[in-house]
C-alpha cells in the first residue's frame, strides 16, 4: 500500500499480538519456567546452600560479587509469594509487548533488564536483591509511554486502560516498604522508557512495505 505521495505507507502500531495464541504460549511458558527454577530453590538448592538456596546470588550492590546478579537477579524470587505476586503482571505485560514481535519484545526486555539491574546495582540498599519486578516496572513503563512516542492513538488508549488498572503500582517506584527495592522499580521503569524511545525510533527509520509498480 502506498500513500497519496507515493511514499510507502507503514503499518500502524500494534496493541495487540498478530499471532496472540504463540505470544500467550511464549510468556507462559517463561513464567513457567520462573516457577520451575523457584521450585528448584526451595528444595534442592535451599538444601545445598541453607538457609537462602539462590537467593544470596542476587544483585548485591557496589560489590564486585554483586555483579552477577545483574544477569540473574529476575529469574530468582524470595519464596512462591514473591513469585505469585509477580506472576500476573508478568503474563499481562508480557504478552503485550510481544505485539511488536518477539524480536522487539527481547530487545525491550535486555534493555529494561541491563538499565534495572545496572541502576540497582548502584543505587540499591545492601543485601542481595532478587525478583523480576525491575522487569515488570519496565514493561509497564514502556506500555504506558511508546504510543505517546508513537503518536499512536490506539496504543495510547492501551496505556490509559493500563493506568486504570494497574496505575498503583507506580507508588513502587518511592520508597516505601525496606524489604521491597524501590530502586529496581524505579530504574527498571526507566528503561522502559528508554526502550519505548528507541523502539519508536528504530521503527520510524525501519523502510514500509513496498509495492509493485502500478500499471496503465
Wanted: with cysteine; charged share 10%; aromatic share 10%.
Amino acid at each position: 500500500m502506498t500513500s497519496p505521495s507515493g511514499v510507502p505507507a507503514r503499518s500502524a502500531p500494534r496493541i495487540w499480538p498478530a499471532q496472540p495464541l504463540r505470544a500467550a504460549v511464549t510468556i507462559t511458558a517463561i513464567v513457567a519456567l520462573l516457577w520451575v527454577l523457584e521450585i528448584l530453590d526451595r528444595t534442592v538448592f535451599v538444601a545445598i546452600d541453607p538457609p537462602q538456596g539462590l537467593d544470596d546470588d542476587g544483585i548485591i550492590p557496589r560489590t564486585f560479587d554483586g555483579l552477577g546478579g545483574i544477569l540473574w537477579a529476575p529469574f530468582l524470587h524470595g519464596g512462591f509469594e514473591h513469585l505469585a505476586s509477580n506472576t500476573v503482571p508478568l503474563l499481562v505485560f508480557g504478552f503485550l509487548v510481544l505485539a511488536g514481535g518477539l524480536g522487539q519484545f527481547l530487545a525491550v526486555t535486555t534493555v529494561i533488564w541491563v538499565v534495572s539491574g545496572v541502576g540497582t546495582w548502584l543505587i540499591g540498599s545492601p543485601g542481595s536483591t532478587i525478583g523480576a519486578s525491575g522487569v515488570i516496572f519496565g514493561w509497564f513503563a514502556f506500555l504506558l509511554v511508546r504510543g505517546f512516542f508513537a503518536r499512536s492513538v490506539g496504543q495510547i488508549v492501551l496505556a490509559v486502560v493500563l493506568f486504570g488498572i494497574y496505575g498503583s503500582l507506580l507508588f513502587g517506584v518511592l520508597p516505601s516498604n525496606p524489604g521491597i527495592s524501590w530502586q529496581a522499580h524505579l530504574c527498571g521503569a526507566i528503561g522502559g522508557v528508554v526502550a519505548a524511545r528507541f523502539t519508536v525510533a528504530a521503527d520510524r527509520r525501519r523502510p514500509g512495505p513496498t509495492t509493485a509498480p502500478a500499471v496503465s
